[in-house]
C-alpha cells in the first residue's frame, strides 16, 4: 500500500511539474443538439408503419425519413489567463444499432430509446501557434454534408488525435489519425475484426478545399461456413487511398443569392467502392455506395477496386421560393472485371406563403438509378426509382439561426428493379403513398 501510494504521489509531482499554473479567467458551457421525430405510414396498408420506403440519400429526406433519431452535445470551455484555451466536448445520441434499436427507431409511443456516447474528445488551444489539438473519440469530416438528403459524402469518425485550421502556406490544414471498428462486431482482436487505422489530411485555400487519406488494416478476412463443417476464407484489400477535392463558389452556382458546392472524389482499395469518403460507423454501411453490405460487409472491397464520385448541391434564395437541388454520380470499377454506375437527381422547392405567417409548403422530388455490369459486358443489376413529396410546414426562425419545423408529409414513391415494375407493401405492381407527420429541430 505505502509503494502504490507513492507511486501516485510521484505521478502527481511529475504531472504538476509538466504543467505550468495557469489560472482560468472565463470559463463557459454550451448545449446543442438535433431531434427528427415524425411518424410514416403506407396507403396500401391502410396505415401500417412504412419502415424506410426509400433512399434517402438519393432521392431525399424529405416525405420518407420514417426513423427517429437525436443527438444532445454538451460541451465545457475555460479560457486561461495566457491565452490558452481548453474545450471538452462531449455528445450523447440514440443507440442505432442491433434489433432492440431498429424497433426503438419506429416506436410511436411514449418509451425511452437506449442512450450511446457518440463523442466524447478534449481540444487545446495555444499548445500550437495556430489552431486546435484535439484528442479523443469524435465526428471527423462530417462537415462535407448534404442536409436535403442527410448524405455525409466523408465520415471518417473514429478515436485518434489531430490538430484543425493550422496556418501554413497561406492555407490551413488539417491532420489527423483515427481508428475505428465495425460495429457490433462482437470477434474483437481477432482477424475478422482488424480496426482501420486512417491517416488524415486537408488544405482550405480560399474556396478550394483538398483532401487525401490513407487507409490500412491488419488483416481484412471473412469467412463461411457451408453448414458441412467446410469453411471458405476470403481475404481482402488491406490498404487503400482516397482524394478529394472540393470548389465552393460564392453563390448559388454563378447565378445569384444562394450558396453551393462542388466536389469531386476518387479512391482504391479500402478508400474505393462502399469503403469510399467512410471509415466504420454504422451509418455508413448503408449510404449511397454501400451496395447495402453493412458495417461489417462494408469493407470487403479487393486491392484493386476503383471507385470515382462526383456531386454538386446548394440553394437559391428568392422572394417567394427557395430551391435547394442536389446531384450526384459514382461510378466503380471492380478487380473483378465487374463495373457499376449510380447516380441521383433531387431538389426541394419551398414556397413561402407571404400571406400566412410562419408557414411554408415544401414540395421535393428525386429520381435515382443503378446499373451493374459484368465483367462479360451482361447486365447482372439495373433500378430505378423516383419520389416526389408535398410537405405543409410551420416554421418559426429564432433570429440565431435554429428554426424548429412541424410538417404533414404525403409522398408518392414508384420505380423498377430489373425491368419489372416495383411492387408495395401487398405485393402488387404499383407504386406507393406514404404519409404522415414530423418535427424536426437543431440548435
Known amino acids: ?52 420506403p426509400a433512399s434517402k440519400e438519393s432521392l431525399g429526406r424529405l416525405g420518407i425519413e420514417s426513423d427517429d433519431f437525436y443527438e444532445l452535445a454538451f460541451n465545457k470551455t475555460w479560457a486561461l489567463d495566457n491565452g ?19 424497433e426503438a427507431q419506429q416506436n410511436y409511443s411514449i418509451n425511452g430509446s437506449a442512450t450511446g456516447l457518440l463523442e466524447g474528445f478534449v481540444e487545446f488551444e495555444g499548445l500550437t501557434n495556430t489552431g486546435k489539438m484535439w484528442g479523443g473519440q469524435r465526428y471527423y469530416g462530417r462537415d462535407n454534408y448534404i442536409f436535403m438528403t442527410d448524405f455525409f459524402y466523408t465520415d471518417w469518425s473514429g478515436t485518434g488525435l489531430g490538430v484543425q485550421q493550422m496556418e501554413l502556406g497561406g492555407g490551413k490544414w488539417d491532420f489527423a489519425y483515427l481508428a475505428s471498428n465495425r460495429p457490433d462486431d462482437n470477434g474483437y482482436g481477432s482477424d475478422e475484426s482488424a480496426p482501420l487505422h486512417l491517416g488524415h489530411a486537408r488544405a482550405d485555400y480560399g474556396s478550394w478545399r483538398v483532401e487525401l487519406v490513407g487507409k490500412y488494416m491488419a488483416d481484412n478476412v471473412s469467412r463461411s461456413d457451408d453448414g458441412n463443417g467446410n469453411i471458405t476464407v476470403s481475404e481482402f484489400a488491406t490498404n487503400g487511398i482516397e482524394a478529394h477535392v472540393q470548389y465552393t463558389p460564392k453563390d448559388f452556382f454563378w447565378l445569384g443569392n444562394g450558396f453551393s458546392k462542388i466536389s469531386v472524389q476518387a479512391g482504391s482499395g479500402l478508400g474505393a467502392s462502399s469503403m469510399l469518403g467512410k471509415s466504420f460507423t454504422n451509418y455508413n454501411g448503408y449510404v449511397p455506395g454501400s451496395a447495402g453490405k453493412g458495417p461489417v ?22 422572394s417567394s421560393v427557395m430551391i435547394f437541388p442536389s446531384v450526384q454520380a459514382q461510378y466503380d470499377d471492380m478487380d473483378n472485371g465487374n463495373k457499376s454506375l449510380w447516380w441521383s437527381a433531387m431538389a426541394r422547392p419551398v414556397f413561402l ?68 415494375d416495383n411492387t408495395n407493401a401487398n405485393g402488387e405492381q404499383k407504386g406507393e403513398f406514404v404519409y404522415g407527420v414530423q418535427a424536426d429541430m437543431w440548435w
Open 353 to 420: 406563403i407571404n400571406s400566412i405567417d410562419n408557414f411554408t409548403i415544401a414540395t421535393e422530388f428525386g429520381y435515382t438509378e443503378t446499373d451493374v455490369e459484368g465483367s462479360g459486358g451482361n447486365t447482372l443489376f439495373e433500378s430505378s426509382q423516383y419520389k416526389a413529396t408535398i410537405a405543409p410546414t410551420w416554421v418559426i426562425g429564432t433570429g440565431t439561426g435554429p428554426a424548429p419545423e412541424i410538417r404533414l408529409l404525403a409522398s408518392y414513391i414508384d420505380g423498377k428493379t430489373n425491368g419489372q
Open 84 to 102: 490558452q484555451n481548453i474545450a471538452i466536448k462531449t455528445r450523447l445520441g440514440q443507440h442505432n444499432t442491433g434489433e432492440d434499436a431498429f
Open 297 to 318: 460487409g462494408m469493407a470487403y472491397v479487393d486491392k484493386g477496386d476503383k471507385s470515382y464520385r462526383a456531386l454538386a448541391y446548394g440553394g437559391w434564395f428568392g
Open 1 to 52: 500500500m505505502k509503494i502504490k501510494a507513492l507511486s501516485v504521489a510521484c505521478s502527481l509531482a511529475l504531472a504538476a511539474s509538466a504543467v505550468s499554473t495557469t489560472v482560468a479567467a472565463e470559463e463557459g458551457f454550451e448545449f446543442h443538439g438535433y431531434f427528427r421525430s415524425g411518424a410514416l405510414f403506407t396507403g396500401s396498408t391502410g396505415g401500417n408503419q412504412a419502415l424506410y
